[in-house]
C-alpha cells in the first residue's frame, strides 16, 4: 500500500485515493481469522469449499471495497474523464489504482456530492440486492435485524420501497439512528420476545419479511420466529463458523418458512434480466447523490490511513463506539 507513481496506459487513467472505507462485517471476518477463505479454498469449477487449502492468507494484500478516488493521470487515448474527476468503485485500501478510462467515466460522482458518498457504491448494492432479493410491497412490515451498516442502508431502501420497519439490534445509539432515518420502530432484543413483540405489532400475522444483516445466528432464529406463516428471511449477514443458536426444527419447519442467501455475486432470478451489479451500484450512488438514501450519516469515524490498525481494533473490540469508519489517503504522502 505504498504510495507508488503510476503510468496509465494510453487507455487507462491513474485514481488518486481519496477515502477508502473498513466493511465492519467482511473484513473483520478476515482479521479475526473466520473468514471461511482462510480455512478452506473455494473452488470455481465445482462451486464447493475444498478442505486441506486456503483462498486466503496472511498478510491479506489490499482488500476494501469502498473507494473514492480523484483521476490524477489521464492516458494519452482516454475519453470520458478528465484529471480531477471524482470516480468512485472498489480498488481496496490502497493509495492508488489504475482503471480503464471506460470504467472510470461510468463512475464519475456529481462534483455537488461529498466525494465521501463515492465509498457506498459496494454496501448499497448489497442492501439494494437484500431489498430486491424480500420483494417487498407497498403497505407491508419488513423486520431489519442489524443496524449495521448495511442494516442501515437497507431499512432505508425498504422504507423507500413502501415497507413499514422495524429495526432490530442490542445496540442503542444504532436504534436511534434507525428511527432517525426514518425507522418507525425500534426493538431491543436484550428486553427479549422480539418475535411476540412483532406479532403483537402485526395483528399476530408477523412480519411480511424479515431482513437478517447481523451475521448472527440467534438473531437469523428470532427472525424466523418473527416472519409470517410461509413467509421469507433474507439474509445478507455473512455467517461464521456452525450455525449456533439456530433451531430449524422449530419455526422454519413448523411454519414453511422460506431462507434466501442475499450476496453480492448474484440477484434474483426474477429480476436478472435487468438488474446486475452495475445497476445495483449506480443506482445505490444516485439515491445517496440525490440524498434519497442517507449515507454520510452512517460515518462515525474518518482518520488517516497511518491509523488503521487502531481503527480495525476499535469496530473488532469496542463496535458500540463506531459504525462506518473511513479511511482518509488525504496528507498520507499521497
Not at 485514481?15 to 477463505?37: C, F, K, M, V, W
Not at 478516488?69 to 480498488?91: H, N, P, R
Not at 427479549?192 to 432464529?221: F, K, Q
Amino acid at each position: 500500500m505504498a504510495d507508488v507513481e503510476h503510468t496509465p496506459a494510453p487507455d487507462e487513467v491513474l485514481i488518486r485515493t481519496l477515502y477508502s472505507g473498513i466493511s465492519a462485517g467482511t473484513e473483520l471476518t478476515a482479521y479475526r481469522g473466520s473468514n471461511p477463505y482462510m480455512n478452506k479454498r473455494w473452488d470455481d469449477e465445482s462451486r464447493l469449499f475444498v478442505d486441506g487449502d486456503t483462498s486466503i492468507s496472511y498478510p491479506v494484500d489490499g482488500w476494501g471495497y469502498e473507494e473514492v478516488g480523484e483521476i490524477a493521470l489521464v492516458g494519452s487515448e482516454a475519453v470520458g474523464v478528465q484529471v480531477g474527476d471524482v470516480v468512485w468503485g472498489t480498488w481496496g485500501h490502497r493509495s492508488h489504482t489504475l482503471k480503464k478510462a471506460s470504467w472510470a467515466s461510468q463512475r464519475i460522482l456529481d462534483p455537488a456530492v461529498d466525494p465521501r458518498v463515492g465509498i457506498f457504491s459496494q454496501i448499497g448494492a448489497i442492501a439494494l440486492n437484500l431489498v430486491l432479493d424480500a420483494d417487498i410491497h407497498i403497505g407491508e412490515t419488513v423486520a431489519v435485524f442489524g443496524l449495521g451498516v448495511p442494516g442501515q442502508l437497507a431499512a432505508q431502501l425498504a422504507r423507500l420501497n413502501g415497507g413499514r420497519v422495524i429495526a432490530v439490534d442490542n445496540l442503542p445509539a444504532r436504534r436511534q439512528l434507525a428511527l432517525d432515518l426514518g425507522a418507525d420502530i425500534a426493538l431491543d432484543p436484550a428486553d427479549g420476545g422480539v418475535a411476540e413483540r412483532i406479532r403483537d405489532l402485526t395483528d399476530g400475522r408477523g412480519a411480511d419479511v424479515c431482513l437478517e444483516v447481523s451475521g448472527n445466528y440467534r438473531a437469523l432464529h428470532e427472525a424466523v420466529r418473527a416472519v409470517a406463516y410461509s413467509s421469507r428471511v433474507c439474509v445478507a449477514g455473512f455467517m461464521q463458523g456452525d450455525g449456533v443458536g439456530l433451531r430449524l426444527g422449530e419455526e422454519f419447519h413448523h411454519n414453511r418458512v422460506a431462507l434466501v442467501c442475499s450476496q453480492i455475486s448474484g440477484v434474483a432470478p426474477a429480476t436478472q434480466h435487468r438488474w446486475n451489479y452495475d445497476r445495483l451500484a449506480r443506482t445505490a450512488i444516485q439515491l445517496a447523490g440525490a440524498k434519497r438514501l442517507h449515507v454520510t450519516e452512517l460515518i462515525t469515524h474518518t482518520v488517516p490511513m497511518s491509523e488503521a490498525a487502531e481503527a480495525f481494533k476499535m469496530l473488532d473490540e469496542r463496535p458500540e463506539e463506531a459504525l462506518q469508519v473511513v479511511l482518509s489517503f488525504e496528507g498520507e504522502g499521497a
